[in-house]
């Protein structure tokens, strides 16, 4: 298949895209800015992505330069929406309109010349964090501005596609952590470890879904294959890793880590104080089920393996 895939250079696009040019298909892959203005852990993935991807610089999604690749390199048959606006996305202030316009911007125009162009499916990613998703006690209320526009992003993307006969499937993600993610927990538990220090969690008591980046990615290609066969109708799909609690999921990744790096993985579980969040918001499909065979051992011994290797 082609497959035109956005939001390629982030943590989870990068596996998503990389494991789908592997399975034979080709990835075209539009970015926002120029390749040359990446840094970091992103840096790293889109040099990685360049031996099996497609890139096209300054591409971002729904402007005049995205409908011309979307017309002039067709036929199409799948667009994997992938991109959303992050910028600032814990803030209060998060300008939540805008981020809705930057994620479906000229979406009516956008859909057209893709099934034009032979497109008939799309897949967008959702968020557990968003509105009206995930399981867990009290509300199902939207996290934050972010959680809201991606929500709002959906509602945009299920009418739309709807009026131009296009099927849409949307594939909700929970919290992925693995090699090459972006710095947030389980990259705070391994550089602190690395350095001999105890790591600080200050909110062990919120239950989240914290699911390894291989086995989410063989969901998300099974699902854009399911998606893109003519007369498959599966709406969404909402894979889960380890349900518990943060605390508990920082024991689960210690000893996983002593176990193979042999270090002291010391831990300082905090009283929690703020529980400005649901306490509680997983997803619902159990992910090891839907991948027969995986290889949990493996995973574990990837992703120590990478932090092993890359600096602290």
């Known amino acids: 298949m082609r497959i035109l895939f956005t939001g390629i250079s982030s943590f989870t696009g990068c596996w998503f895209a990389r494991a789908l040019a592997a399975a034979g298909h080709e990835v075209v892959g539009p970015l ?31 402007t005049d330069a995205f409908k011309r690749l979307l017309q002039e390199s067709g036929p199409w048959d799948l667009l994997c929406h992938h991109a ?34 032979g497109g008939k499916a ?14 867990g006690a009290g509300t199902r209320r939207a996290f934050s501005g972010y959680g809201l526009a991606k929500g709002l992003t959906w509602q945009m993307f299920r009418f739309y596609c709807e009026q131009a006969g296009v099927r849409l499937g949307k594939f909700v993600i929970p919290n992925p952590f693995g090699p090459w993610e972006e710095p947030r927990f389980t990259a705070y538990l391994m550089r602190t470890w690395k350095q001999g220090q ?14 390894h980046i291989g086995l989410l990615t063989e969901v998300y290609v099974r699902f854009a294959m399911d998606i893109a066969v003519p007369g498959n109708s599966p709406v969404r799909i909402n894979p889960s890793g380890y349900v518990e609690s943060q605390g508990a999921f920082a024991e ?61």
Do not use: H, M
């Open 122 to 135: 799309v897949v967008l990613t959702g968020s557990v964090f968003e509105n009206d998703e995930g399981g």
């Open 198 to 211: 105890a790591a600080a969690v200050k909110t062990p008591d919120y239950i989240r879904d914290n699911i």
């Open 252 to 312: 689960r990744v210690a000893r996983e880590v002593r176990l193979r790096a042999g270090w002291t993985c010391g831990l300082e579980l905090a009283r929690q104080q703020d529980f400005s969040e649901p306490l509680e918001r997983f997803n619902t499909d159990a992910a090891q089920a839907l991948v027969p065979g995986w290889n949990e051992k493996a995973a574990w011994d990837s992703f120590v393996d990478f932090y092993q290797r890359v600096p602290s």
């Open 32 to 62: 926002r800015g120029s390749s040359a203005t990446y840094d970091g852990a992103k840096r790293a993935r889109v040099e990685q992505l360049l031996s099996g991807c497609r890139l096209v610089p300054e591409t971002a999604f729904g």
């Open 84 to 117: 959303a606006e992050t910028g600032n996305y814990r803030s209060p202030d998060f300008d939540v309109p805008a981020a809705v316009r930057t994620n479906c911007l000229d979406l009516r125009t956008v859909l057209a010349i893709f099934r034009e162009r």
